[in-house]
């Protein structure tokens, strides 16, 4: 494939290419295309963060809105320097005990990283990945690449190439790809306000595990436009109706339906019945939840139901995905 196309006309009706091909991809992103890249947490959908042209493609791509920011991917902790410009106290020891890894600080951005990036905002959203691949990646760059999860806007999230290839096959030339996410839930969001720590969204580091660095957070507060991501109500979301809560009742009150189930270790004698760790194990529960989603979701059946999940540890970040799926 020709690396110097431009816009995403030229891509319609081809199917991307995928492989393991580090130096390619990197080739497309200096050319200022789009590439959706493995992480440990979800598939992302990349773009040079400093070219706003590159960055244009990935929202359109994902028809997402351009009120909703994406987060800056770097290499090295030190790269950090080239898009925020203030570290607030606790900065230092959340990088040092969760650098490389699912944990996205929103700071005090520099004026290089481009307001297309931010949505304006004077912050910005920033993590440096833990996948061997996407950091190989990276450190082949010499800038940092912007990347939301590689999903159209509002589905579910991608954890395998395929998953990206299916909704977004016609629109991206290429997808790397490093096997299924380890973590399988995005990134915990934390942002700095108005002197403390708040966190925006929880996900693949616990607010406990955040807790013991820097003591307590706060829970960010609804605004009028999301301040964060996921933030927004209904996310997440499956094209079938989903409903969480006590499974056993309500498929009592879906007697004739045909139905899709995803539970933490108990087997329910459903039409379908995903369970997402026999062993009870949330870190595995969470790597596992997306994948489920989506097989429900294109299977035959009916209705999704799903069961609320131990609010510890990852349960939360799974709690607040299939509780934002579930809104309509
Ligand atoms: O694990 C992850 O975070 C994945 C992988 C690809 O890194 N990315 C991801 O991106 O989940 P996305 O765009 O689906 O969600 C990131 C969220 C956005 O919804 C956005 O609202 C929030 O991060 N965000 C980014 N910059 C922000 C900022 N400056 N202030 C508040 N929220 C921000
Ligand atoms: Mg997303």
Redesign the pocket.
Known sequence: MDPAFRGLSDLRGVKSAIGTDVSYAAELLRSGSIVA?P????????ANAFDEAAVLKVFEAKQ?PSF??????IAEREQVLRVVKEFPSGTRELMDAFWPG?L?L?LP?RTEVPDL???G?D???V?M?AHPLAQELLHTLDFPLA?????PFGYV?PTTAQHVADQLGDRIPYILDGGPCS?G???T?V?WEDGRWVL??P??ISVEWIEEIIGRVSIAAMKIL???????ES?YAPRKPLHVGDVAALMRQHPNARVGVISFRARYDAHRCEVLSPNGDLTEAARHLFAALRVLDTSDCAVILAEVFPEEGLGCAINDRLRRAAVR
């Open positions: 890249i992480t440990e947490t979800v598939y992302g959908l990349a997402r909703d920011p994406l987060i800056v991917h699912p996205t929103v951005k990036v931010t949505s905002l912050t910005v959203g993590r990945p990347a939301p999860s590689a999903n999230s973590v839930v995005e990134s969001i942002g925006y969204r996900g693949g999301p301040a964060a991501p996921g933030m927004l996310h």
